[in-house]
C-alpha cells in the first residue's frame, strides 16, 4: 500500500473558523466535543499563521522550555535507562490491564474510597454530578486534569448549576476568558500578560482595579481571589497523574498549591482517571516521578507532588471517589499499531520541539489534546475521519524527547495510510493531479532540451508573487498553496547563470 | 445491558485480543541509588544548591542552634533575613514587590505558629510572644482557622538531594497536610541523616508505608503559566525555610 505523506485534499470544514486573535477578551468560546471542534486543522493552521502575536507567544514560550528541559536531561546520566524502563512499564500496564484495573479498585476499596466505572464521557460527567448534588453543594473547586477537559465536565456541571471553579491559574486565565487551552501543560500559553491582565480586570469580580501587568501581581491577585473558594469548598475534583495498582495509591504532580489546596481541604474529593494512568506498583513511581517533571516543565522535580491512598481518618478529604474513564480508550488499546499512545504521560514535551505545533498553536488541531501527541491520540479517541495525522512534518523530534518512547511519527505515518485506505479506491482530485505531475516530470526531465525549456516554466510565476512569496498558485496548484507559501522562483536558472557566466569568462 | 464496569473490562479483554498477554519485563538498569550516602557532605551540599535553586532558604545548624534560630525567623523583631546577608542562608531579592499585601510573611514578624503535636517542644519553646497553636488528626484546626496563622513549623521523613525535595509523611511530627499548605510561611526541620541523593532511594524508603499521605515539596509554591515568568508562591507557603540539622 502506497503512503501519501503530503497533506490531504479538502476536506468539509467543522464550522467557522475560531476567532482567537489576541487582543481581544474572548476566546474561541467552549465546544460542545473537546475532542473535536473549530476548522479543519488546514483551515485553522492558515489563520494561526497570518496571527503574528500568537507566533511570537508561542515561540518565545516552546524555545524558552526547550531549552531547560535539555539542559535538566542532560544532568541525568541514567536518562535512556529511565526512557526505557518508563516505556515498558506502561506497555507491561497495557498488556495486564484488566487484573491491575481490579487490583487497584480492591485497594482503594480497602482504604475507604468508592470506585466508579465510566464508558464515555456523558457516563463519567453524570457520575460526577450526581456526587456532587448529593453534597448538596453548587460550586467545586478543580485542579487542572486533562481527562475532565476531555469529558467536558466543566459544561456538563454547569447545566446542572453546579459552577466549576478552575484554580489552576492558566486553566483559570483559560476559563474567564470563554476560551479553550491551546498547551497541555501551559493552557494559556497563547496569552501575553497584558491579555491576562485585561481578562482579570473583566471577568473577575474581586480583581484590584489597578492591577498591572506584572506577573507576580496578577498571581497574587488569583491567589487572594481563590483562596476563598479553597476555604470554603465542600467537594473538589482532580485528575490523576498515576495510579498505584497494588497500594491504591494515586499521585497528582503540580506546582502552584492549588492542587494541594483542593486535594487535602474539601470534605469529599471526586477523582476522574482515565484507565491507562495506572502503574503497576509504588517502586514504579521512581521512574515517573524522574522522567514527568524534567520533559514537562524543564525542572528537576515539581514543587508539588501529592500522594494519597483512599481515606486517611482526620487528614484531608473524608470520602474519596475515583473515576475510571474509558471514552474511546478500549479503542486505542485495540489497535496495535497506535496503542502505545496510551503510554502517553501528558508532560507536553513533543508540543514544544514540535515545528507544526511551534507555528500554528493549540487551538489548531481542534481538540484539547494538541501537538504530535494529539494528532495520534486524539484521531484515535474518537474513530473519526481525520486530517490530524497530517499535521506533521514527521521530523522526529517528538520522539527525541518523549520520555515514554512513543514512536509518534510511525504512527502518524500508519494512520496517514489508513486515511487513504478509507478514501477507497476512487483516486481523489490531489491523487489524480500527483499522477499526471509526475508524468509530465518524467517526460521532462527524459531530455536536455525539453528539462532546460521546463526549468523556465516557473518564472511566469514571479509576476503572482508578493514580497517574494506566492500565496496562491492557480488549479492544480492551489492544493499545494491551500496550505503553505511558495517562495518566488528565482529570476534566472541555475543553468542559464552558468552559461552566463562562462561566456563572461 | 451489562453494567459499565463488567462492559468496560471485556472491552479491554477484546482490545487485547481475548488471550492472556505476557507481563512486560521492566529493565531497571537506571540508577537505583546513587554513589553518595545518605547524609554525607557531598549530598547535604547538593541539597543546598539545589533547593537554593528554588528559591528556598536554606539553614545548617545544630540540634542546639536549632530553637535559636526558630527564633530568628519568627520572632516578631528580630532580625529578619534580607538579600544582603548570603553565608549559609540564601536569600531571595524581594525589590518587586509592590505593597505589604503581597509580601510574604517572612519579610514580617510572624504573630502565630502551628505545629503538629508530635513535634519536639524544645524547638519552639523560645518563641516567645508568638502564639504556639498544636494540630494533631485528633484535634485538628479548621482550615479557616489556619488561614490566619502566619507560619508553620515541621519535621520531614526524607529529602532527595538531586532534585532539592522534602517529602513529608503525615507522622506526628510532620502532622496533617493542611498545616504545611496553608499558612504563608513553612519552616522545615530536616536531619542531615535523612538527606539521600535520587529518587529511588525516598522512593525506597516511604515503600515502607505507602498508605500514608505523602507531600513532596521541592521549593516554595510556583507559577510560571504567565509567559512562562516564574512567579514564586502562588498558593502554598511563600517562603519555604529548610534548617538542616546535623
Known amino acids: 500500500m502506497s503512503t501519501f505523506l503530503g497533506m490531504p485534499a479538502m476536506r468539509a470544514g467543522r464550522g467557522p473558523s475560531p476567532d482567537a486573535a489576541p487582543g481581544t477578551l474572548g476566546g474561541v468560546g467552549r465546544p460542545e466535543d473537546p475532542l473535536h471542534w473549530g476548522a479543519t486543522f488546514p483551515d485553522a493552521a492558515k489563520a494561526a499563521l497570518e496571527n503574528e502575536q500568537l507566533r511570537r507567544n508561542l515561540g518565545n514560550a516552546t524555545r524558552t522550555i526547550r531549552t531547560k528541559r535539555a539542559r535538566v536531561v542532560g544532568e541525568v546520566p541514567d536518562w535512556e535507562a529511565l526512557r526505557d524502563a518508563g516505556s515498558a512499564i506502561k506497555a507491561d500496564v497495557l498488556a495486564r490491564l484488566p487484573e491491575l484495573l481490579e487490583t487497584l479498585e480492591r485497594n482503594v476499596t480497602a482504604r475507604g474510597g468508592v470506585v466508579h466505572w465510566a464508558r464515555d464521557a456523558a457516563e463519567a460527567n453524570r457520575i460526577v454530578a450526581d456526587l456532587v448534588r448529593a453534597k448538596e453543594t453548587d460550586e467545586v473547586v478543580k485542579v487542572k486534569s486533562m481527562a475532565t477537559q476531555e469529558i467536558g465536565l466543566n459544561e456538563a456541571l454547569a447545566e446542572e448549576g453546579i459552577a466549576a471553579v478552575e484554580t489552576d491559574l492558566a486553566e483559570l486565565i483559560v476559563q474567564l476568558a470563554d476560551d479553550m487551552p491551546s498547551h497541555i501543560l501551559v493552557p494559556a500559553i497563547h496569552r501575553n500578560r497584558t491579555e491576562i491582565r485585561d481578562i482579570f480586570l473583566e471577568r473577575m469580580a474581586d480583581a484590584p482595579p489597578d492591577l498591572t501587568d506584572v506577573p507576580r501581581e496578577l498571581a497574587m491577585a488569583a491567589r487572594a481571589h481563590l483562596r476563598r473558594k479553597f476555604l470554603s469548598a465542600k467537594v473538589a475534583i482532580s485528575g490523576a497523574n498515576f495510579a498505584v495498582a497494588d497500594t491504591g495509591t494515586l499521585a497528582v504532580v503540580e506546582s502552584e498549591g492549588n492542587g494541594r489546596m483542593c486535594l487535602t481541604l474539601p470534605e469529599t474529593l471526586i477523582t476522574v482517571m482515565g484507565i491507562e494512568k495506572l502503574v503497576p506498583t509504588f517502586d514504579d513511581l521512581e521512574v515517573f516521578l524522574q522522567l514527568l517533571p524534567r520533559s514537562s516543565t524543564g525542572e528537576r522535580m515539581n514543587p508539588y507532588t501529592s500522594m494519597w491512598t483512599g481515606v486517611t481518618p482526620g487528614d484531608g478529604p473524608q470520602e474519596f471517589h475515583l473515576v475510571l474513564l474509558d471514552n474511546g480508550r478500549t479503542k486505542v488499546l485495540a489497535d496495535e499499531a497506535g496503542r502505545s499512545a496510551l503510554h502517553c504521560i501528558r508532560c507536553s514535551a513533543c508540543l514544544n520541539v514540535c515545528p507544526v505545533y511551534e507555528r500554528v498553536g493549540g487551538h489548531a488541531y481542534g481538540s484539547v489534546y494538541p501537538g504530535p501527541i494529539g494528532a495520534i491520540l486524539t484521531p484515535q479517541l474518537t474513530g473519526e475521519k481525520s486530517d490530524l495525522p497530517y499535521a506533521s512534518t514527521l521530523c522526529g523530534a517528538c520522539y527525541e524527547v518523549c520520555p515514554v518512547k512513543i514512536d509518534i511519527p510511525s504512527i502518524l505515518v500508519e494512520l496517514r495510510a489508513r486515511e487513504v485506505a478509507l478514501a477507497g479506491s476512487a483516486p481523489d482530485a490531489g491523487d489524480r493531479v500527483w499522477k499526471a505531475a509526475m508524468k509530465a516530470a518524467s517526460f521532462a526531465m527524459a531530455d536536455g532540451d525539453r528539462f532546460r525549456r521546463a526549468a523556465r516554466v516557473p518564472r511566469a510565476l514571479r509576476a503572482i508573487s508578493r514580497h517574494g512569496v506566492i500565496k496562491r498558485l492557480p488549479f492544480p496548484g492551489s492544493l499545494w498553496t491551500r496550505s503553505r507559501d511558495l517562495p518566488e522562483p528565482p529570476k534566472q536558472t541555475f543553468r542559464d547563470w552558468w552559461a552566463e557566466r562562462e561566456d563572461e569568462r | ?246
Request: proline share 7%; with cysteine; glycine share 8%.
Open chain 2, 1 to 246: 445491558m451489562s453494567d459499565a464496569r463488567t462492559e468496560m473490562l471485556s472491552r479491554i479483554r477484546t482490545a487485547l485480543g481475548g488471550s492472556a498477554p505476557e507481563p512486560a519485563e521492566v529493565p531497571r538498569v537506571y540508577r537505583s541509588v546513587g554513589e553518595h550516602g545518605a547524609g554525607s557532605d557531598a549530598v547535604l551540599e547538593l541539597l543546598v544548591d539545589r533547593l537554593v535553586d528554588y528559591k528556598a532558604h536554606v539553614h545548617r545548624v545544630s540540634a542546639a542552634e536549632l530553637p535559636a534560630l526558630l527564633a530568628e525567623l519568627l520572632l516578631p523583631g528580630a532580625p529578619k533575613a534580607d538579600p544582603g546577608r548570603s553565608a549559609e542562608g540564601q536569600v531571595v531579592g524581594s525589590s518587586d514587590y509592590r505593597s505589604p499585601d503581597i509580601l510574604p510573611t517572612t519579610r514580617r514578624a510572624a504573630r502565630s505558629v502551628v505545629v503538629p503535636s508530635g513535634i519536639d517542644r524544645a524547638w519552639v519553646a523560645g518563641l516567645a510572644g508568638v502564639e504556639v497553636f498544636r494540630d494533631s488528626r485528633e484535634a485538628p484546626l479548621s482550615a479557616v482557622e489556619l488561614d490566619g496563622i502566619d507560619a508553620v513549623v515541621t519535621a520531614a521523613r526524607v529529602a532527595v538531594a538531586e532534585t532539592g525535595t522534602i517529602v513529608l509523611d503525615g507522622a506526628p511530627d510532620q502532622g496533617r497536610r493542611a498545616i504545611s499548605l496553608v499558612p504563608d510561611v513553612h519552616v522545615c526541620v530536616v536531619r542531615t541523616s535523612q538527606v539521600v541523593q535520587t529518587v529511588p532511594e525516598a522512593v525506597r524508603l516511604l515503600d515502607a508505608d505507602p498508605g500514608r499521605p505523602l507531600t513532596w515539596i521541592s521549593g516554595p509554591s510556583a507559577t510560571s503559566d504567565i509567559e512562562l515568568d516564574r512567579v514564586e508562591g502562588v498558593h502554598g507557603p511563600r517562603t519555604l525555610h529548610v534548617a538542616l540539622v546535623s
